[in-house]
């Protein structure tokens, strides 16, 4: 395995550009790939067979640009995908539930844990059981807020509408007394300041962006493959290309101008590709 190759990244949208951008951060060397599947986004609607087959699809894609390995930066395809294709696989691939869960049963000091996500990873279950397979007297209040991915999609972050619908979703969570708050989906983190102010300050707000790119440094260092520093790299004299490069299956322009929105370095033009061809 070629330790300079970029690590696969994908979601169903923009979400995961909160977890590449992470990534980015904690991980300056590194290249990336990334995939967000706008042509079928929601993915949090949809059945688990639904999402097991497009996250397959997505991960034959990412293949065949020789990652080294896959983040599924996709709460929703986490839960209905990583155990099966983890199986299939011959890199290393990771979720981002485990991360928040960790976080979230470390932070709680009244054991009342609140993970907002969508239909799918809610009705899961999988956040539940890990938080009380790492605390198993915390109690966890799980909330489907299925309008929040669109709201996103759409670049509603600070707005009287998403203000709103946010308060009602959240209502059932402030009357249970929760002290932390799971964003249980890659696409929430872009609402922060919304729950935020919501929630108020006592509550911790978690969002597994941040452990999913500290395990993937564990990961990565524990199999040999992280990326060589720039110095060593330009010793060799490698062509590198782009050192990030975005693909989607549909309206490149509107993802482009939200990566450059969101992440903290350049970001080039984004190709558009036949996802089902894969
Ligand atoms: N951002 C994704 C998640 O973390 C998916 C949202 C969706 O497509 O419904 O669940």
């Not at 990336?32 to 097991?52: E, M, N």
């Amino acid at each position: 395995m070629d330790r300079n190759a970029p690590i696969g990244v994908f979601d169903s949208g923009i979400g995961g550009l909160t977890v590449a951008r992470e990534i980015m951060r904690q991980m300056p060397e590194e290249r990336i790939v990334y995939f967000g599947d706008t042509a079928r986004v929601p993915y949090g609607t949809k059945s688990q067979d639904t999402v097991l087959r497009y996250s397959r699809q997505i991960i034959r894609f990412l293949k065949s640009c020789h990652v080294k390995a896959i983040v599924i930066a996709c709460n929703t395809a986490s839960a209905c995908a990583l155990d099966t294709v983890k199986r299939e696989l011959d890199l290393p691939i990771l979720g981002v539930i485990n991360a928040g869960a960790r976080v979230a049963a470390e932070a709680t000091r009244n054991g009342k844990v609140g993970v907002i996500g969508t239909e799918a990873t809610i009705r899961s279950g999988v956040y539940t059981q890990e938080i009380c397979r790492i605390r198993p007297e915390v109690e966890v209040i799980g909330k489907a807020c299925p309008l929040f991915v669109p709201l996103v999609e759409e670049g509603l972050f600070h707005d009287s509408v998403t203000d709103e619908i946010a308060s009602r979703y959240l209502s059932c969570l402030k009357g249970k007394y929760i002290d932390t708050l799971v964003m249980g989906c890659t696409h929430y983190p872009l609402l922060r300041s919304t729950l935020m102010r919501i929630m108020g300050e006592e509550v911790t707000l978690v969002n597994p962006a941040y452990e999913t790119a500290v395990e993937l440094k564990g990961l990565l260092s524990e199999l040999g493959l992280n990326c060589e520093s720039k110095n060593d790299r330009e010793q060799t004299g490698l062509q590198w290309g782009e050192q990030y490069q975005f693909f989607v299956s549909d309206r490149a322009e509107n993802f482009t101008r939200f990566a450059k929105a969101i992440l903290p370095r350049e970001v080039k033009d984004t190709d558009q590709i036949n996802i089902e061809e894969y």
